[in-house]
């Protein structure tokens, strides 16, 4: 089973986006918690391998989650 952790850089950033980012961000978390639920992406969710353990997915073309 595959683990999730929240960094805490992760939490700081949040606070510095805007209400419009925060919704894109929710948006692509839903996608990331579908795709861990069922395997499937839906379009426009990329996920990326950044090293051997670690991920990161694209909210849109500006915004990155780690």
């Known amino acids: 089973m595959k683990k999730v952790y ?3 850089s992760f939490v700081r950033s949040v606070k510095n986006l805007t209400s ?3 919704k894109c961000l929710t948006k692509g978390l839903e ?8 395997g499937q992406s839906s379009s ?3 996920l990326k ?3 051997h353990d670690k991920y990161e997915f694209r909210v849109d073309i500006r915004l990155r989650s780690r």
Do not use: A, H, P, V
Not at 31 to 38: A, P, V
């Open 20 to 22: 419009q980012e925060k």
């Open 49 to 51: 391998k950044i090293n």
């Open 6 to 8: 929240i960094l805490s």
């Open 31 to 38: 996608s990331f918690n579908r795709y861990l639920e069922t």
């Open 44 to 46: 426009g969710f990329r």
